[in-house]
């Protein structure tokens, strides 16, 4: 089991850990104090549902996934572009929007959790690199281990050690982030990350 359980936690760390939407959001959120650890600990739920059900259904799984990558894709790819166009609009006005890290308790009280929440499990259930990663990838390999159970623990450990890490992070750098340029930075660089993974995604939507 051990070995299952190291297996799927590099394994997990290695795909996890790449940047992409989901993580630049979190993070996002966190910087903000908008209900972080509520979303990322959604993110982690997902995950470590995501990775169980490939591990155990991933022959079905991949008969069904031809039809439903196509319409995730496009879905994903809209979703993201219209959060990239909300990172650079911050980005332009900081001072209509009052990004400083002063102003950051206010801006996550006009938020409820319900709504940080929603808005991560689409950013999340809406991109097909999700499933690809963690059901297809995470899946083949774990249901082929001597220990597939440890093999999902292994996994599921990367994913809520890197959004809690996510999560403290922002905690961390807020006292740095008290004038607006800076959040101008943050969010032009989450706009930039979030238009290069929608581009990543053309390809898998035009088939």
């Not at 991109?127 to 292994?154: A, E, I």
């Not at 992070?169 to 993974?197: E, F, N, R, S, T």
């Amino acid at each position: 089991m051990l070995l299952s359980l190291t297996t799927g936690l590099l394994l997990g760390a290695s795909l996890i850990i790449a940047i992409g939407a989901q993580n630049a959001w979190v993070l996002n959120q966190s910087l903000r104090g908008m209900h972080p650890w509520p979303v990322g600990i959604t993110c982690m739920l997902i995950d470590v549902l995501l990775i169980t059900v490939g591990v155990h259904f991933i022959g079905s799984i991949q008969h069904l996934a031809p039809a439903l990558v196509p319409a995730l894709t496009w879905l994903g790819i809209g979703l993201i572009l219209w959060l990239a166009s909300q990172s650079f609009w911050r980005a332009l006005r900081p001072a209509k929007h009052g990004l400083a890290t002063a102003n950051a308790a206010e801006q996550g009280a006009t938020y409820s959790i319900a709504s940080s929440v929603s808005k991560v499990a689409a950013l999340s259930l809406l991109n097909p690199h999700v499933y690809l990663d963690t059901v297809v990838l995470l899946g083949s390999v774990g249901s082929q281990q001597p220990s597939p159970l440890g093999f999902v623990l292994g996994a599921s450990l990367a994913s809520i050690g890197w959004f809690s890490a996510l999560v403290l992070g922002g905690k961390a750098l807020k006292p740095y982030l008290q004038q607006p340029k800076h959040w101008q930075m943050v969010d032009g660089v989450i706009g930039c990350i979030l238009v290069l993974v929608a581009a990543s995604l053309l390809p898998l939507a035009i088939g």
